[in-house]
């Protein structure tokens, strides 16, 4: 075919070695798989079928034996187009994306950080959301929460009011009493004090987001998208507790489970893939 003994040429003009050869394969199937994986998994199964038989379409057109300099100059900058498609097309996830590679890699397994106050402290702290989070639940009294250990978006914490009072259970559910000016918002919330309230967040543009899950819900999964928090949200029709992560959420949590997560964000206890790490480096030690 056209487009092989293309290939073919431009290897044996460049005396291009074996492994040279076998590496560029192996580099230009890397970079097409990722593509799909990443397409698939921002529910884009069909623009996979669109793209494959496009791309082969554009190797073959760029092929030297077309004599077609317009059409294979152009492809020739695929890799620059298919950059610039994907931020296009998916923004949201392209940020993510790269909020994920520019962040410390365990920013995103542990949120430990350093406060200026003891453990107690904060120990109290995690009591009073939790307790308070009951209280909201058990009178359904909708509430979303965000923990957050580091860096806070200032934009979004501008769009509500600030507070920088010392968090307390009384404090939490008066905010979001349904008569307060400030329940519809979220709570931001730093260690042991309350930053600032009735702050507006991104909605997720998730299509995967369960259809019964409410505005509340899905602006939890906005914020944990694309920054490094922790959102706690309290159903306003059935009291469930959710928490959401890295654009993730889980729902139904007790007292216990909730207690468990918030000592894990603050540093207080390690995280599942922490404790198997620590496992694995006191087994190796045992085996030396």
Not at 34 to 55: D, E, S, W, Y
Not at 154 to 173: K, M, Q, R, V
Not at 222 to 248: D, F, K, L, M
Request: aromatic share 6%.
């Amino acid at each position: 075919m056209w487009f092989i003994d293309n290939i073919r040429d431009k290897w044996t003009q460049g005396a291009a070695s074996p492994a040279a050869c076998v590496f560029d394969i192996l580099l230009m199937a890397l970079l097409i798989y990722g593509a799909i994986v990443f397409l698939k998994k921002n529910n884009a199964k069909r623009l996979i079928l669109f793209l494959l038989p496009l791309t082969m379409l554009g190797v073959v057109l760029s092929s030297d034996r077309l004599q077609m300099p317009v059409v294979g100059t152009v492809l020739s900058y695929s890799m620059v187009i298919a950059i610039v498609a994907v931020i296009l097309l998916f923004p949201q996830e392209a940020r993510r994306g790269l909020l994920r590679l520019a962040s410390p890699k365990d920013t995103h397994e542990a949120y430990t950080t350093e406060y200026d106050v003891s453990d107690e402290v904060l120990h109290a702290a995690i009591g009073d959301i939790v307790h308070a989070a009951q209280n909201m639940s058990k009178k359904n009294v909708g509430a979303l929460i965000i923990i957050s250990t580091k860096s806070m978006p200032e934009h979004i914490l501008d769009s509500g009011t600030n507070l920088d009072a010392e968090l307390s259970c009384a404090l939490l559910e008066s905010i979001f009493n349904t008569k307060a000016p400030l329940h519809d918002g979220a709570v931001f919330v730093r260690g042991n004090r309350i930053v600032a309230a009735g702050c507006f967040l991104p909605l997720s543009q998730s299509t995967t987001i369960d259809k019964e899950l409410g505005t509340r819900h899905r602006a939890a999964i906005g914020v944990t998208e694309n920054y490094n928090v922790t959102a706690i949200i309290v159903s306003e029709e059935t009291g469930v507790i959710s928490v959401a992560q890295r654009g993730e959420i889980e729902r139904y949590y007790d007292s216990q489970m909730l207690t468990e997560k918030l000592e894990q964000v603050y540093g207080l206890k390690a995280t599942p893939s922490q404790e198997a790490r620590g496992k694995k480096r006191r087994n190796r030690k045992e085996t030396d």
